[in-house]
T-cell receptor
Framework: KAGVTQTPRYLIKTRGQQVTLSCSPISGHRSVSWYQQTPGQGLQFLFEYFSETQRNKGNFPGRFSGRQFSNSRSEMNVSTLELGDSALYLC????????????FGDGTRLSIL | AQKVTQAQTEISVVEKEDVTLDCVYETRDTTYYLFWYKQPPSGELVFLIRRNSFDEQNEISGRYSWNFQKSTSSFNFTITASQVVDSAVYFCALSENTDKLIFGTGTRLQVFP
């Protein structure tokens, strides 16, 4: 069974640009969550999507947005990039009922110059 | 407020030593779940265990064991006879009936041959 796939693995952008990250969940999983990992703030929850609807949201500015498609694949978008957005962005999927173990992808490492 | 504290930033041991990673959590909910994840250098978070707030039984899986004590709000993780392959960052996490995981800051374990 294929795991969670995130693309691209690495990304370099400059301040002010926008970026879109992609996540394909494990087959059959309907919930996709996104996390940001930085040395200073650790692992922080961004948002969670279930059946194409945002079910939970963390404390991030509106520049961070996401969506989920009918096949459960998800994208995350960050607009007007700032230096502080440099991080490892992790996607996780789970079957959909809450509190199930989440399975993570390898992440997308985003660097802002 | 929900919070997970992993006071040990880094632990170094020699192979075959036993090591315990501490996790203390705070929550006002009576129903919650606790998790441990392992993050090797590749970056992917690997699920290790889930425990709900009503199940205080300790669990053993091979060289891994977990001790959950509601009285002290702790969910500690012990690796018996550590191996070099156990070297990683270990995260404890809490969820309160959502898929939003609240992570601790992690403990970096280095096992030397």
């Amino acid at each position: 069974k294929a795991g969670v796939t995130q693309t691209p693995r690495y990304l370099i952008k400059t301040r002010g640009q926008q970026v879109t990250l992609s996540c394909s969940p494990i087959s059959g999983h309907r919930s996709v969550s996104w996390y940001q990992q930085t040395p200073g703030q650790g692992l922080q929850f961004l948002f969670e999507y279930f059946s194409e609807t945002q079910r939970n949201k963390g404390n991030f500015p509106g520049r961070f947005s996401g969506r989920q498609f009918s096949n459960s694949r998800s994208e995350m978008n960050v607009s007007t990039l700032e230096l502080g957005d440099s991080a490892l962005y992790l996607c996780a999927s789970s079957p959909g009922t809450v509190n199930q173990p989440q399975h993570f992808g390898d992440g997308t490492r985003l660097s802002i110059l | 407020a929900q919070k997970v504290t992993q006071a040990q930033t880094e632990i170094s041991v020699v192979e075959k030593e036993d090591v315990t990673l501490d996790c203390v959590y705070e929550t006002r909910d009576t129903t919650y779940y606790l998790f441990w994840y392992k993050q090797p250098p590749s970056g992917e978070l690997v699920f290790l265990i889930r425990r709900n707030s009503f199940d205080e039984q300790n669990e053993i899986s091979g060289r891994y064991s977990w001790n959950f004590q509601k009285s002290t709000s702790s969910f500690n993780f012990t690796i018996t006879a550590s191996q070099v392959v156990d070297s990683a960052v270990y995260f404890c996490a809490l969820s309160e009936n959502t898929d939003k995981l609240i992570f601790g800051t992690g403990t970096r374990l280095q096992v030397f041959p």
